[in-house]
């Protein structure tokens, strides 16, 4: 069985990184460099998050109760304000949102078609899913 940990490390890891470089490189005028460095990825990675060539799968722009906590990340990297830690804390932060909304039940089928999701109970925990 696929972990929903591990479809979210796939999919909706990259998705929330594409969003972040996406705004760092578009309103902030950061350079794809300056974006690797602060998102602790490399700058190939970057590029293709700025392309929609990676993290494509899931639009995080479109969850409306994650632009909160996306916008003060942006903010914060953006002005040094933010370390590593803090990062990841944001980032578990909005995969747990999309989660709750049951945007990833339909990846979750994708990468396992044995998974039930009116079973699952990861993201849902009365086992009802949002397909």
Known sequence: MTLPCEVAVKSVIPAIR???????TQSYGLKQEEVAQLLGVTQTAVS??????RGAVLEVEEVDDAQPVLKETVWS???????????AEKLCMVCKIIRKKGLMCKLCALSD?????S???????????RK
């Open 119 to 129: 079973q699952c109970i990861v993201c849902h925990p009365n086992g009802k899913s």
């Open 48 to 53: 293709k998050y700025t392309r929609h060539w």
């Open 18 to 24: 594409s969003a972040i470089a996406r705004e760092l």
């Open 113 to 117: 078609p044995t998974i039930d999701s």
């Open 77 to 87: 990297l953006a002005n040094g304000q933010m370390n590593k830690y803090e990062l």
